[in-house]
């Protein structure tokens, strides 16, 4: 449905160009506006995706305002200056469109993909809701029933639903990653319709946005195109906010519970780890495809298969373009104890830490990751998406073409340093998820 | 400075330039339409009659193997769940290969393997593709089923039942399948811990050897590999196994329900009620039908801007999504309305979606709806050919569903042809608003007063999350509660075993009103069992006496006396004053038979069983220990009738507790009696229950 929240930002699939794999080639430009634009061709099928990565995320929000920039998404669907309310998806499945859009603690990001012909419609429908929005009552009302409904939805009616609002919250003391997108219900009644005005004219500007555009298109006649729509909008001339703020050591252990309508305990480790793209960010994720890739992996060849203390168990780094987290969790198999499975999860990674990798590892290990880069951009939704976070995260959008690269730097020894380094008690959140009939009164 | 000044001009110059360009209150019109090519894909048989689907495809260098069994559903009963064991089974080992092995050659070339019970699929980079068929073959022809293996899995699936019952979508989901279906049907029946416990090792075994034939089964392979490399690896791979014939499943086809039926899973703690609103449909893909009803269910729910998503999303706020699907099958398909929204909208959701239902079922759709909605489906269509794996779908389908071989090539044609009177006409057929199971998972305490105007009854039938009815006012009893335990607390909190023994007589005097008339009762017992009885009902127009020894009785009725007998004398002899401190010693057996609600607490409730078999009920409170109801059978003239006897209101009296407000109720007439005195050990004679 629309409006998806990422939960989980895995460090965003990107392909490696192996020697037999094409390399994905781009058109790159800037806009007098500051408008940066990526164009990628690729006629194979006769479609187009258009992407627009706006850089603001849960993380440029006021705490007092916190769910505003995921709320805001859901109003740039109610209709701009020629495109009545209601429209927008109209016009969009109409021309065999199919459109959504999603917002992280660091960009809100939309897309549309129609069949190729209908390139220029696309471009005008985007190019109008970021030059002229139409923020009205009606509109916001409705959306803050729906986005209410929504948490609900997500979170509070789901099992475990709310765990990485808890992880994140006792995780960050000062960084605006201590809440979620999708923030507090309270905060977005109490926005006022010029705040909401305010935030368009900041955050949604040209300087701000970055175009992509992949599939079966004239590069000549897409940047004619791109310059007739979005030439004009005016640069935005209010402060861009970023946070700047660099969040302490943990400084020793956090551990709590949280009591949950679950059957199944859940156990949650979240290590603080450095920003995406850091050389460390990347021997980290190497070592999450020992831990938890394939049922070859330690995680679950130990905790699932061998010992059956959990269902499910597994590890993912949650990067950010501020410094992320680096999740272990296990979720227990009936009668065992959340401690025992903590036992057997933290017996995983004393291994890491302790001992170097096998040379038979390491080398499973690059190979998943080969194949994983190579399956990847399988789509021209998914190619103009990764083209557009390389260059606004990293500023190179050519790591769609040589990311692999930086993954096949990290040796051995780099996975047993990055665990020593980084995978420590004094680093670390723990969390029990435990049923609610054991909460003692 | 004069430089700047130029290309300020310039900038300007640009600016205006372009912006007399665009004229933005125009929607621009679209180019000429792109050609939608469907891919072409090549069919081989092998000799064992394996069907191989090849569609090359050189964007990535990657290969994909599909391997799909083509068989009717099976009724699992008692076992329901090693179908699926059996499926995860084959990922387990295999004669020459433990899981141990498998999963490390498997992850060591960066491949995907995975199994169930109606398909194998396998993916990697070219390069690994002779080693990833080893494997698959390996995995398909010459599996290895362990009994550890198969506990290892039958423990997980417990696991996963015992984490889906605090999932609402997941209780929603088996529920309606339940209910639509029956659990009966192959598509209706229900996994419990039951079921899984009882999965052997020689079922999966079986299904395995009943189904895993080439002749039952399709590969679809997808990549960078051309016909001549696809066909010399199957026939490598896949050529030496066995075809066998494999049986034939025949299953009743169950039917829309007569009327709106409305059926709740009460989940107190939800905060939102999870809707599934549907019935099974009769609708076959490929048939005339098929194109039309679909497009009635796009416009219906099934986009973001279908009628039901429009109205109760954007219109309503009541939810954060809406939908409906309609889907085809070869034994019977379904309609279902899904959604979830807060507790406070469940019903009023519900009459959104039955409106739209009719309204589509009444109303012609306008042509801007229709056309849009073709381009929309057009659009889809366009967009499922940048997969190849949508090409290898179509061919199984075709082959599957015995389609016309141009059926999908022909698709965007018939999709165009259909007018709004086949809409219409298709949404008559198929859209059924007065013939639905309305499934509801949510909070009963706060929804279920709303939904009975949904019921034609005025009934709601209550599932529990296996999908069995029942009665809500019935509760199971927890785990290490006995009969003997309930009893002892219940002596516990009146006052202890001591104290029971200690009272030797007793005498309790009741007030009340019936019928407009004072009502005075009064009652002594001396030990074990004597009773003297008096009542007087309106100041002597009526009064009655009983009198009983413990071995005889006689019942004075105005100034008429008459033996007590039979039954009667039974029950009288079983009410002794430290009964409850031992049962069996008047003869009674005991039993803890279910957790009722009674009068807003849950309450055990004990069936007594005189050693003639006479039997009586008492209810409990879990929460206070006390009794509060007895149910006795009581003849009369007129023959057996029900007597139900409230008690409330416990007091104190000389360290022993007893209710001070007494109420029974005899078929619809009810005595609300309050107690004025309680005297006890006051010596009384024994005379005083002599029959005489």
Same mark, same amino acid.
């Given at each position: 449905?629309?409006?998806?929240?990422?939960?989980?930002?895995?460090?965003?699939?990107?392909?490696?160009?192996?020697?037999?794999? *094409? *390399?994905?080639?781009?058109?790159?430009?800037?806009?007098?506006?500051?408008?940066?634009?990526?164009?990628?061709?690729?006629?194979?099928?006769?479609?187009?995706?258009?992407?627009?990565?706006?850089?603001?995320?849960?993380?440029?929000?006021?705490?007092?305002?916190?769910?505003?920039?995921?709320?805001?998404?859901?109003?740039?669907?109610?209709?701009?200056?020629?495109?009545?309310?209601?429209?927008?998806?109209?016009?969009?499945?109409?021309?065999?469109?199919?459109?959504?859009?999603?917002?992280?603690?660091?960009?809100?990001?939309?897309?549309?993909?129609?069949?190729?012909?209908?390139?220029?419609?696309?471009?005008?429908?985007?190019?109008?809701?970021?030059?002229?929005?139409?923020?009205?009552?009606?509109?916001?009302?409705?959306?803050?029933?729906?986005? *209410?409904?929504?948490?609900?939805?997500?979170?509070?009616?789901?099992?475990?639903?709310?765990?990485?609002?808890?992880?994140?919250?006792?995780?960050?003391?000062?960084?605006?990653?201590?809440?979620?997108?999708?923030?507090?219900?309270?905060?977005?009644?109490?926005?006022?319709?010029?705040?909401?005005?305010?935030?368009?004219?900041?955050?949604?500007?040209?300087?701000?946005?970055?175009?992509?555009?992949?599939?079966?298109?004239?590069?000549?006649?897409?940047?004619?195109?791109?310059?007739?729509?979005?030439?004009?909008?005016?640069?935005?001339?209010?402060?861009?906010?970023?946070?700047?703020?660099?969040?302490?050591?943990?400084?020793?252990?956090?551990?709590?519970?949280?009591?949950?309508?679950?059957?199944?305990?859940?156990?949650?480790?979240?290590?603080?780890?450095?920003?995406?793209?850091?050389?460390?960010?990347?021997?980290?994720?190497?070592?999450?495809?020992?831990?938890?890739?394939?049922?070859?992996?330690?995680?679950?060849?130990?905790?699932?298969?061998?010992?059956?203390?959990?269902?499910?168990?597994?590890?993912?780094?949650?990067?950010?373009?501020?410094?992320?987290?680096?999740?272990?969790?296990?979720?227990?198999?009936?009668?065992?104890?959340?401690?025992?499975?903590?036992?057997?999860?933290?017996?995983?990674?004393?291994?890491?830490?302790?001992?170097?990798?096998?040379?038979?590892?390491?080398?499973?290990?690059?190979?998943?990751?080969?194949?994983?880069?190579?399956?990847?951009?399988?789509?021209?939704?998914?190619?103009?998406?990764?083209?557009?976070?390389?260059?606004?995260?990293?500023?190179?959008?050519?790591?769609?073409?040589?990311?692999?690269?930086?993954?096949?730097?990290?040796?051995?020894?780099?996975?047993?340093?990055?665990?020593?380094?980084?995978?420590?008690?004094?680093?670390?959140?723990?969390?029990?998820?435990?049923?609610?009939?054991?909460? *003692?009164? | 400075?004069?430089?700047?000044?130029?290309?300020?001009?310039?900038?300007?110059?640009?600016?205006?330039?372009?912006?007399?360009?665009?004229?933005?209150?125009?929607?621009?019109?679209?180019?000429?339409?792109?050609?939608?090519?469907?891919?072409?894909?090549?069919?081989?048989?092998?000799?064992?009659?394996?069907?191989?689907?090849?569609?090359?495809?050189?964007?990535?260098?990657?290969?994909?193997?599909?391997?799909?069994?083509?068989?009717?559903?099976?009724?699992?009963?008692?076992?329901?769940?090693?179908?699926?064991?059996?499926?995860?089974?084959?990922?387990?080992?295999?004669?020459?290969?433990?899981?141990?092995?498998?999963?490390?050659?498997?992850?060591?070339?960066?491949?995907?393997?995975?199994?169930?019970?109606?398909?194998?699929?396998?993916?990697?980079?070219?390069?690994?593709?002779?080693?990833?068929?080893?494997?698959?073959?390996?995995?398909?022809?010459?599996?290895?089923?362990?009994?550890?293996?198969?506990?290892?899995?039958?423990?997980?699936?417990?696991?996963?039942?015992?984490?889906?019952?605090?999932?609402?979508?997941?209780?929603?989901?088996? =529920?309606?399948?339940?209910?639509?279906?029956?659990?009966?049907?192959?598509?209706?029946?229900?996994?419990?811990?039951?079921?899984?416990?009882?999965?052997?090792?020689?079922?999966?075994?079986?299904?395995?050897?009943?189904?895993?034939?080439?002749?039952?089964?399709?590969?679809?392979?997808?990549?960078?590999?051309?016909?001549?490399?696809?066909?010399?690896?199957?026939?490598?791979?896949?050529?030496?196994?066995?075809?066998?014939?494999?049986?034939?499943?025949?299953?009743?086809?169950?039917?829309?329900?007569?009327?709106?039926?409305?059926?709740?899973?009460?989940?107190?703690?939800?905060?939102?009620?999870?809707?599934?609103?549907?019935?099974?449909?009769?609708?076959?893909?490929?048939?005339?039908?098929?194109?039309?009803?679909?497009?009635?269910?796009?416009?219906?729910?099934?986009?973001?801007?279908?009628?039901?998503?429009?109205?109760?999303?954007?219109?309503?706020?009541?939810?954060?999504?809406?939908?409906?699907?309609?889907?085809?099958?070869?034994?019977?398909?379904?309609?279902?309305?899904?959604?979830?929204?807060?507790?406070?909208?469940?019903?009023?959701?519900?009459?959104?979606?039955?409106?739209?239902?009719?309204?589509?079922?009444?109303?012609?759709?306008?042509?801007?709806?229709?056309?849009?909605?073709?381009?929309?489906?057009?659009?889809?269509?366009?967009?499922?050919?940048?997969?190849?794996?949508?090409?290898?779908?179509?061919?199984?389908?075709?082959?599957?569903?015995?389609?016309?071989?141009?059926?999908?090539?022909?698709?965007?044609?018939?999709?165009?042809?259909?007018?709004?009177?086949?809409?219409?006409?298709?949404?008559?057929?198929?859209?059924?608003?007065?013939?639905?199971?309305?499934?509801?998972?949510?909070?009963?305490?706060?929804?279920?007063?709303?939904?009975?105007?949904?019921?034609?009854?005025?009934?709601?039938?209550?599932?529990?999350?296996?999908?069995?009815?029942?009665?809500?006012?019935?509760?199971?009893?927890?785990?290490?509660?006995?009969?003997?335990?309930?009893?002892?607390?219940?002596?516990?909190?009146?006052?202890?075993?001591?104290?029971?023994?200690?009272?030797?007589?007793?005498?309790?005097?009741?007030?009340?009103?019936?019928?407009?008339?004072?009502?005075?009762?009064?009652?002594?017992?001396?030990?074990?069992?004597?009773?003297?009885?008096?009542?007087?009902?309106?100041?002597?127009?009526?009064?009655?006496?009983?009198?009983?020894?413990?071995?005889?009785?006689?019942?004075?009725?105005?100034?008429?006396?008459?033996?007590?007998?039979?039954?009667?004398?039974?029950?009288?002899?079983?009410?002794?004053?430290?009964?409850?401190?031992?049962?069996?010693?008047?003869?009674?057996?005991?039993?803890?038979?279910?957790?009722?609600?009674?009068?807003?607490?849950?309450?055990?409730? =004990?069936?007594?069983?005189?050693?003639?078999?006479?039997?009586?009920?008492?209810?409990?409170?879990?929460?206070?220990?006390?009794?509060?109801?007895?149910?006795?059978?009581?003849?009369?003239?007129?023959?057996?009738?029900?007597?139900?006897?409230?008690?409330?209101?416990?007091?104190?009296?000389?360290?022993?507790?007893?209710?001070?407000?007494?109420?029974?109720?005899?078929?619809?007439?009810?005595?609300?009696?309050?107690?004025?005195?309680?005297?006890?050990?006051?010596?009384?004679?024994?005379?005083?229950?002599?029959?005489?």
């Amino acid at each position: 449905m629309k409006s998806k929240i990422i939960l989980l930002l895995f460090l965003f699939s990107a392909a490696f160009i192996y020697a037999q794999t *094409k *390399k994905i080639d781009f058109v790159q430009y800037k806009l007098d506006n500051g408008m940066n634009v990526i164009l990628h061709q690729d006629d194979s099928t006769p479609i187009v995706a258009i992407t627009l990565l706006y850089h603001v995320g849960s993380k440029n929000e006021d705490p007092q305002r916190t769910g505003f920039a995921h709320f805001f998404e859901h109003l740039m669907f109610e209709g701009s200056k020629n495109i009545p309310r209601g429209e927008f998806d109209k016009i969009s499945q109409g021309a065999g469109g199919t459109n959504n859009a999603n917002t992280s603690q660091d960009r809100t990001f939309y897309y549309q993909v129609f069949p190729s012909n209908q390139l220029e419609l696309g471009l005008w429908m985007e190019s109008d809701r970021l030059m002229s929005l139409k923020i009205d009552s009606v509109g916001v009302e409705t959306q803050r029933k729906v986005v *209410k409904e929504e948490r609900k939805q997500r979170l509070d009616n789901q099992p475990y639903g709310t765990i990485f609002e808890e992880t994140f919250k006792r995780a960050y003391k000062v960084h605006p990653y201590k809440w979620l997108p999708i923030g507090s219900a309270q905060y977005i009644d109490k926005a006022s319709l010029q705040e909401f005005v305010d935030f368009h004219s900041t955050y949604y500007v040209p300087q701000n946005v970055t175009l992509s555009i992949a599939g079966d298109i004239n590069i000549a006649k897409t940047k004619e195109l791109v310059k007739k729509y979005f030439g004009d909008i005016p640069k935005g001339t209010k402060e861009i906010k970023r946070p700047n703020v660099v969040e302490p050591p943990l400084g020793g252990e956090v551990r709590d519970t949280v009591y949950d309508n679950i059957q199944l305990p859940l156990v949650l480790h979240a290590y603080r780890v450095p920003a995406q793209g850091t050389p460390d960010a990347y021997a980290l994720e190497m070592l999450t495809n020992i831990l938890a890739a394939g049922q070859s992996s330690r995680l679950y060849k130990e905790v699932v298969d061998k010992q059956q203390k959990a269902v499910a168990a597994g590890s993912f780094p949650y990067f950010l373009e501020d410094p992320g987290l680096f999740v272990v969790y296990g979720i227990a198999n009936m009668g065992i104890s959340a401690n025992d499975l903590e036992k057997s999860i933290q017996s995983e990674i004393d291994k890491v830490k302790k001992d170097l990798i096998s040379k038979k590892e390491f080398e499973k290990m690059r190979n998943q990751k080969e194949t994983e880069f190579v399956s990847s951009n399988s789509t021209d939704l998914g190619v103009a998406e990764n083209l557009a976070n390389y260059f606004v995260y990293y500023g190179d959008a050519n790591l769609i073409n040589t990311e692999l690269g930086r993954y096949m730097k990290v040796t051995r020894e780099d996975l047993k340093r990055v665990a020593n380094k980084y995978l420590n008690a004094d680093n670390r959140v723990v969390l029990y998820y435990l049923p609610k009939s054991m909460k *003692k009164n | 400075m004069k430089n700047k000044f130029f290309l300020m001009i310039f900038l300007l110059l640009v600016s205006v330039a372009s912006f007399a360009q665009v004229d933005r209150s125009k929607k621009p019109e679209p180019g000429p339409a792109p050609e939608i090519k469907l891919g072409e894909y090549e069919s081989i048989t092998l000799k064992n009659g394996l069907k191989v689907f090849v569609v090359s495809n050189n964007k990535l260098p990657v290969v994909a193997f599909n391997l799909v069994i083509d068989r009717d559903p099976i009724l699992e009963g008692n076992n329901a769940g090693y179908v699926d064991a059996a499926g995860q089974l084959l990922r387990t080992g295999t004669k020459t290969r433990s899981k141990d092995k498998l999963d490390e050659e498997i992850d060591f070339i960066g491949a995907t393997l995975s199994t169930s019970s109606t398909n194998v699929y396998a993916s990697s980079l070219k390069k690994h593709v002779n080693k990833l068929l080893d494997l698959m073959s390996d995995v398909v022809l010459n599996p290895n089923f362990k009994q550890e293996e198969l506990d290892k899995i039958k423990k997980q699936t417990l696991s996963g039942l015992a984490a889906a019952k605090d999932d609402p979508t997941a209780i929603s989901n088996r =529920v309606a399948s339940a209910v639509f279906y029956g659990k009966d049907h192959p598509y209706g029946e229900v996994e419990t811990e039951a079921t899984v416990n009882s999965i052997t090792l020689d079922l999966c075994n079986q299904y395995y050897k009943t189904y895993f034939h080439p002749n039952a089964a399709y590969l679809a392979i997808v990549g960078d590999i051309t016909k001549a490399e696809a066909q010399k690896l199957a026939e490598k791979y896949f050529g030496k196994w066995k075809p066998q014939d494999i049986p034939k499943g025949e299953f009743a086809t169950p039917k829309a329900p007569l009327v709106n039926k409305v059926g709740l899973v009460d989940r107190a703690n939800s905060v939102q009620s999870v809707l599934n609103l549907g019935y099974p449909v009769d609708l076959k893909k490929g048939s005339e039908d098929a194109i039309p009803a679909s497009m009635v269910n796009t416009i219906l729910g099934g986009s973001f801007t279908s009628r039901i998503n429009k109205n109760l999303r954007e219109t309503h706020g009541f939810t954060y999504g809406a939908g409906t699907s309609l889907r085809s099958d070869k034994l019977v398909g379904q309609f279902s309305a899904s959604t979830t929204v807060r507790n406070s909208a469940t019903d009023s959701a519900i009459t959104e979606i039955l409106n739209e239902m009719k309204k589509i079922r009444n109303e012609k759709v306008p042509d801007s709806e229709l056309q849009l909605t073709k381009n929309y489906l057009t659009g889809n269509f366009a967009r499922s050919l940048e997969r190849p794996q949508t090409i290898a779908n179509f061919a199984i389908d075709i082959e599957r569903y015995n389609l016309p071989k141009d059926y999908y090539k022909n698709y965007l044609k018939n999709l165009n042809a259909a007018s709004s009177d086949d809409l219409l006409a298709a949404a008559k057929k198929y859209i059924k608003p007065n013939n639905m199971y309305l499934v509801v998972v949510g909070n009963a305490e706060e929804i279920a007063k709303n939904l009975t105007r949904f019921s034609i009854t005025g009934k709601i039938d209550y599932y529990d999350i296996y999908g069995d009815k029942y009665d809500p006012n019935v509760k199971k009893i927890p785990e290490g509660v006995t009969v003997d335990k309930v009893l002892e607390k219940y002596v516990d909190v009146i006052g202890g075993k001591e104290n029971v023994e200690k009272v030797k007589d007793r005498t309790m005097k009741l007030k009340g009103s019936a019928q407009g008339m004072d009502v005075v009762v009064e009652i002594s017992q001396k030990y074990p069992n004597k009773i003297y009885q008096t009542v007087d009902v309106g100041g002597g127009v009526f009064k009655m006496n009983t009198v009983f020894d413990g071995a005889k009785g006689k019942m004075i009725q105005m100034g008429q006396s008459q033996d007590i007998t039979g039954d009667a004398l039974e029950d009288l002899k079983g009410n002794a004053m430290d009964g409850m401190l031992d049962y069996s010693k008047y003869g009674y057996k005991t039993e803890l038979a279910a957790v009722e609600n009674v009068n807003g607490q849950d309450a055990y409730k =004990v069936v007594l069983t005189s050693s003639s078999g006479r039997k009586s009920t008492q209810y409990y409170s879990v929460e206070t220990g006390f009794m509060i109801r007895t149910i006795n059978q009581i003849s009369t003239p007129q023959g057996e009738a029900t007597q139900t006897t409230d008690m409330d209101d416990y007091r104190e009296v000389e360290g022993m507790k007893y209710p001070f407000k007494i109420t029974q109720s005899f078929g619809p007439q009810s005595i609300e009696l309050n107690v004025n005195s309680i005297e006890i050990n006051k010596n009384l004679p024994d005379a005083m229950f002599e029959i005489k």
